[in-house]
């Protein structure tokens, strides 16, 4: 089996933790047009056991010029749209040869700019609990067209989702605080800064500018977030989820202790926070990158976050 296909999946997980339910916006009920559906390839495909463990079975070889979608099991909840990540583990095998099946969980945002088209079509419209059997061309499997098969080839998925969260904090505005950064939000939710002239502030702030309605993070959760940094002094951007392209995961914990953290004026602004808000941070060098600064990041500098909390999985 191809060996991007598990790397296309797991890049960046956090494998030993489990996910909770979302408390996301996506599509109601009934509200979703999925852009894939089932045909004669994924209709073959049966999977028994548990999630991101199933066995699978299905007739070889695997052929299709477009990706084919089959529910197995329906969940219930908001359904996945363009934008949203969707949290979930994986089964995945060569259309080949069913007994060559990988496990793996998976974070996938639905943005065909960062993410195969076979894996938006496949689960776009999935919700919490679905078991979704897809059979994906490999010229689809790939965001590089140079790289793409040109025959019609295809490999096996079971998807098994966990959560979907939206892609933007979803919670009530905010009465803005006097002293801070102005924050104005696009409509897909993307952020932008405007640093006040003046005196670079030497003490943490931070202010909730979305209030959610979820869970109250605690520290050692991981976090499902959006996030843009940028630096006081001469406004430069040095960290943007939102250029990359996908949402990414953060644990509530110190980074000098664990390197999936955050600096720890980020850490205690997010601790007690809820799900689904956002939260404006700014961060002097004593409770950020000190004396030695980090990439895009000078020694000594106040920096300034916007975080998105999209979700949160229990400490374990």
Do not use: H
Not at 109 to 125: H, I, N, Q, R, S
Not at 228 to 257: C, H, N, P, Y
């Amino acid at each position: 089996m191809r060996k991007s296909l598990a790397l296309i999946l797991s890049a960046g997980l956090l494998a030993t933790l489990s996910a909770c339910a979302s408390t996301g916006s996506g599509l109601a009920d009934g509200d979703c047009s999925p852009l894939a559906q089932p045909g004669s390839a994924s209709e073959t495909i049966t999977a028994t056991g548990d999630p991101g463990a199933a066995t699978l079975d299905f007739a070889t070889p695997l052929k299709s010029k477009q990706t084919e979608r089959s529910v197995l099991t329906a969940g219930s909840g908001p359904a996945a749209q363009v934008g949203d990540v969707i949290w979930g583990k994986a089964v995945l095998a060569s259309g080949t040869d069913a007994s060559s099946a990988q496990q793996t969980p998976f974070m996938i945002t639905l943005d065909e700019k960062v993410t195969p088209p076979g894996f938006t079509d496949a689960l776009a419209c999935a919700r919490a609990g679905d078991r979704i059997a897809a059979v994906i061309p490999a010229a689809q499997a790939t965001t590089d067209a140079t790289q793409a098969p040109t025959d019609d080839s295809a490999d096996a998925y079971v998807f098994d989702i966990t959560s979907v969260y939206p892609g933007a904090a979803t919670g009530a505005a905010e009465p803005a605080e006097a002293g801070f950064p102005s924050v104005v939000t696009a409509p897909d939710g993307r952020p932008g800064i405007t640093i006040p002239s003046g005196t670079v502030p030497t003490d943490l702030r931070y202010t909730t500018l979305k209030k959610g309605s979820g869970d109250t993070v605690a520290e050692g959760d991981v976090l499902v977030v959006q996030s843009l940094g940028v630096v006081w002094d001469d406004k430069s951007v040095f960290a943007s989820t939102w250029e990359d392209g996908m949402a990414t995961q953060i644990r509530a914990a110190d980074i000098s202790t664990d390197q999936n953290g955050v600096v720890p004026g980020l850490l205690k602004a997010l601790v007690g926070q809820t799900i689904g808000s956002q939260v404006l941070v700014v961060v002097p060098p004593a409770d950020g990158f000190g004396d030695t600064g980090t990439t895009g990041v000078p020694a000594g500098s106040t920096i300034v976050y916007v975080v998105d909390i999209l979700g949160a999985n229990p400490a374990s």
